[in-house]
């Protein structure tokens, strides 16, 4: 058991060292700090921000409403706000084109308004988004239904009203959840390629995120892709050693409420 479990660890830390192995150190600053590099990065950490709290926004009611109600189709709905998990991003990105392009579902309608969401840095958002939700609906959820509806009930009993339950009782209740959650998307939106490649392209400054960059590096300059590279799992592992210590604090908090 533990020589199957070192294999695993090893499987998944040794690709990280060969990155590592193949930085070229003496050229590290030049090649993360070049006008193309630098253009990704802010634009990723923009967008990325900008992802999460949309997240935030239509994933701490969808949350509720998963955990909280019961009603015909719940089941069916969970299914497809949790199927970007599993779609791949490319599918989910032709999904959005066809959906805000200038041909697409409602893509029609902004037009008519001025507004040209594919191909924009608002498409690389979108993009993001749609990848990044599940998992704070997924983590929300859970806390929710760890968590119980007795505090609500009792809050109700003394006279709460159902918004001023859900301010002062439920949200203060799973807020470690909705951070660690928030978190995790967006280090699932920094990390996007496919859907934005697909519905957002590729124009330096505007919708080239630091992904992509990566990938056109890699064949034009395997140095700078491979330092970018290494700015990427920086950044990712600190958001998920984040992600950790918020879950564990939020585990003890449920475990200890009275």
């Known amino acids: 058991m533990i020589a199957v479990a070192v294999a695993g660890a090893a499987f998944v830390l040794l690709p990280l060292v060969a990155i590592v192995a193949r930085v070229d150190w003496v050229q590290f600053i030049p090649l993360v700090s070049s006008p193309a590099s630098l253009d990704a990065l802010w634009l990723s950490l923009r967008t990325s921000l900008a992802a999460t709290i949309l997240c935030i926004v239509f994933g701490v009611p969808l949350a509720l409403v998963l955990a909280r109600t019961r009603f015909t189709g719940q089941r069916v709905l969970r299914a497809l706000v949790l199927l970007p998990l599993v779609l791949p991003p490319v599918v989910g990105g032709i999904a959005l084109l066809y959906t805000f392009g200038r041909r697409g579902l409602l893509g029609g309608a902004f037009e008519v308004l001025g507004i040209q969401i594919a191909f924009s840095s608002t498409a690389v958002v979108l993009a993001q988004t749609f990848v990044a939700l599940p998992f704070l609906v997924l983590s929300l959820e ?117």
Not at 194 to 217: D, H, K, N
Not at 219 to 245: C, K, R, Y
Request: glycine content about 10%; proline content about 5%; aromatic content about 6%.
């Open 142 to 258: 859970g806390a929710l239904r760890t968590v119980g509806t007795r505090y609500e009930a009792v809050a109700a009993t003394l006279g709460a009203r159902p918004t001023g339950v859900l301010w002062r009782v439920t949200l203060p209740l799973v807020a470690p959840a909705v951070i660690s959650g928030a978190v995790l998307s967006f280090a699932r939106a920094l990390g996007e390629f496919g859907a934005t490649l697909t519905f957002a392209g590729s124009l330096q400054g505007v919708t080239r995120t630091l992904p992509l960059e990566i990938y056109l590096q890699r064949e034009t300059d395997p140095g700078a892709a491979v330092a970018l590279s290494l700015v990427l799992v920086i950044i990712a592992l600190l958001v998920v050693l984040l992600s950790h210590q918020i879950a564990i604090r939020s585990r003890f908090r449920l475990e200890g409420a009275p």
